[in-house]
Structures are given as structure tokens and as C-alpha cells.
Nanobody, 123 residues
Framework: VQLEESGGDLVQPGGSLTLACASP????????IGWFRQAPGKEREWVSC????????MYADSVKGRFTIARDNDKNSVYLQMSNLKPEDTAAYYC?????????????????WGQGTQVTVSS
């Protein structure tokens, strides 16, 4: 299963970015999709998840109120809208799925990952 992230960029503190997760072969609308991030020298950190079916969304406390996860089924994509970005949001961002409808905060429970997209927040 191939997942593809896009949208990473260099942005100033307080700015906004929208990341996209797409798949050429998997219908993303069926499954839970998680977003994770990993900064250099740090462990991979769970950011957000949207469940399959009932579309329940979950956020890490560090991004709650600033990030929004959403699906666009017409584009077979899941987006992570990020606003009021902070330098500590700098990381490679990854989307992932375990081909179930259930969200998990644990990276080990996800079997399929994208290659990541870099977000750098700096003035």
C-alpha cells in the first residue's frame, strides 16, 4: 500500500500550511488515517487521526486548536490543516494507516506509511 504526503514547506512562525495524504491504490475514505511527525533526534510523535466510517477526529494536546484533520473523498485524500505554526512544529510529517477504521496513537500499530514531507517553521 502506497501513501504519499505533500505540502511541506518552510513557513514563518504564526503561518499556516496544509499537508495532504493521498494514495494511488487505496481508497482512503474507508480507513482510519493517522498523522505523525518526527523531528531530528526525537522519537516519532502522534499528531492526529481521523477514523473510518464515523469520521471521529483526535488531536495531540500540542496541536489541539491549531491543526485540523479532514477528508476529501472526491480527491481520495486526507488533509492536515496547520495554523499558528510554531518552531517546535518543525519535523518530517508522515501519514499512515493500519487498514482498519480505528484510530490509534501508537505508531507500532500502523503498517503502511508514506515517505514523509518536511515542515520547517522558522523566521
Amino acid at each position: 500500500v502506497q501513501l504519499e504526503e505533500s505540502g511541506g514547506d518552510l513557513v514563518q512562525p504564526g503561518g499556516s500550511l496544509t499537508l495532504a495524504c493521498a494514495s494511488p491504490e487505496l481508497s482512503l475514505k474507508i480507513y482510519a488515517i493517522g498523522w505523525f511527525r518526527q523531528a531530528p533526534g526525537k522519537e516519532r510523535e502522534w499528531v492526529s487521526c481521523i477514523s473510518g466510517g464515523d469520521e471521529v477526529t483526535m488531536y495531540a494536546d500540542s496541536v489541539k486548536g491549531r491543526f485540523t484533520i479532514a477528508r476529501d473523498n472526491d480527491k481520495n485524500s486526507v488533509y492536515l490543516q496547520m495554523s499558528n505554526l510554531k518552531p517546535e512544529d518543525t519535523a518530517a510529517y508522515y501519514c499512515a494507516t493500519d487498514l482498519t477504521v480505528f484510530c490509534s496513537r501508537l505508531s507500532v500499530e500502523y503498517d503502511h506509511w508514506g515517505q514523509g514531507t518536511q515542515v520547517t517553521v522558522s523566521s
